[in-house]
């Protein structure tokens, strides 16, 4: 049985590794839509080998350049999103848009009774409740790539979350495991993308260098999981060859390791419920990892991870909050306009000046959205350089 997919997102990192996956099982998996930026001269390459029915792109005239008379259908914007997303005959939509342009659509796709594969953390960082509520209401099911989540889905099985003592979230610890704030002050952009394990996109690296994208895994867990926050734990392992575990009631422990390979959590998102299969991937090899350590995250020099934790016991809008405070801050340090340290100081000045509110709509979701960037770039310029 083939399973027919599409992609938002997929000329970036995870994007362009799920089509990787899809070469791998052409005769499993076929593109059906694509969704992407900017990245017009990549699309079209994409389009020409994989003939989806579907493309959408951010700019109504890119989206003119595309169209042709023996072409795919061609929008742009989140309508066209919503259209990649909702096309017929459409099994799984992956989810890989960066921000929150991912929750629109993967809203219709749940509507359109899609299963989703999510990559994007913000879609249940900002709007989790909105989002697992439809889900739930539609009858559909959220499958996670990101490898900590994925590592949990695999690891929960189908036991309940009442057998679940902790769920535990790995981290890498970044580029800077073990400095402590004075080392921080002078950061330099190549020096924070230099992560020593993974190769990602430039925001979700600095995200992982200030430990935010921990932050974030713990919101998602939360609503992918339905587990309080009391019972997750993020531990640090440099190797990142556990990708996380889930301790159970009776003190077992079921953790899933393999090499620092995205395609390995997006391939077992695609083919499932199916069985597992063989892939050409480089496989993981104990003797290369003779030792493993484990470590408490260092909250104190990494404050992002606490104030993650601070917007998640506020909830309501707290979250949303946190990730567009956290966007515009990451995107001032990679332009060379905010220095590395002065990130988490952006983000608590914007949370701080919030009072979460409960929300029942997108709409309200992306107005506090705009007011939280709003906030951030002020603050992005008083700490700036």
């Given at each position: ?15 362009t590794q799920t089509l990787a996956v899809v070469d791998e099982f052409k005769n499993s998996i076929k593109v059906v839509g694509l969704a992407a930026g900017e990245s017009i001269d990549k699309v079209r390459e994409q389009i020409k080998k994989y003939h989806p ?40 939509v992956v989810i890989a848009t960066p921000g929150l342009a991912g929750i629109k659509p993967t809203l219709a796709g749940i509507k359109a009774k899609k299963t989703i594969a999510l990559a994007t953390k913000e879609v249940l960082v900002a709007a989790g409740d ?35 003592k902790n769920v535990i979230i790995t981290a890498s610890g970044g580029p800077f495991r073990g400095k402590k704030l004075k080392d921080l002050k002078n950061i330099k952009v190549e020096q924070a993308l230099a992560h020593p394990n993974w190769k990602m996109g ?184």
């Open positions: 049985m083939t399973t027919k997919i599409s992609i938002l997102g997929s000329t970036g990192s995870i994007g029915k579907a493309v959408s792109v951010k700019k109504e005239e890119d989206a003119k350049l595309l169209r042709s008379k023996k072409g795919p259908r061609v929008g742009w914007g989140d309508a066209g999103n919503c259209i990649v997303a909702t096309i017929g005959g459409v099994d799984k909105l989002v697992t509520r439809e889900a739930k209401n539609h009858k559909v099911e959220i499958v996670p790539i990101d490898s900590e989540h994925s590592a949990i889905f695999q690891s929960l099985g189908a036991r309940s979350i009442d057998e679940v430039r925001k979700i690296t600095i995200d992982s260098a200030t430990l935010m994208n921990k932050g974030f895994e713990v919101i998602e867990a939360m609503w992918l999981f339905g587990v309080p926050l009391s019972k997750i734990k993020v531990v640090v392992h440099a190797q990142s060859v556990i990708h996380s575990a889930v301790e159970f009631v009776d003190g077992s422990i079921i953790a899933q390791i393999g090499p620092s390979d995205m395609r390995l959590p997006i391939q077992y998102a695609l083919l499932y419920p199916g069985k597992r299969r063989e892939n050409s991937f480089k496989k993981f090899s104990f003797s290369d990892f003779p030792n493993l350590s484990f470590e408490e995250p260092d909250v104190a020099t990494f404050r992002c991870l606490g104030l993650a934790y601070k917007a998640i016991k506020e909830g309501k809008t707290a979250p949303a909050v946190l990730t567009a405070a956290n966007d515009v801050a990451v995107e001032a340090f990679l332009n060379d306009k905010l220095p590395f340290a002065r990130i988490p100081d952006v983000i608590e000045s914007v949370l701080s000046r919030h009072s979460p509110k409960r929300y029942k709509t997108l709409e309200e979701i992306l107005a506090v959205d705009s007011w939280a960037r709003d906030e951030a770039s002020k603050f992005a310029v008083k700490f700036g350089k």
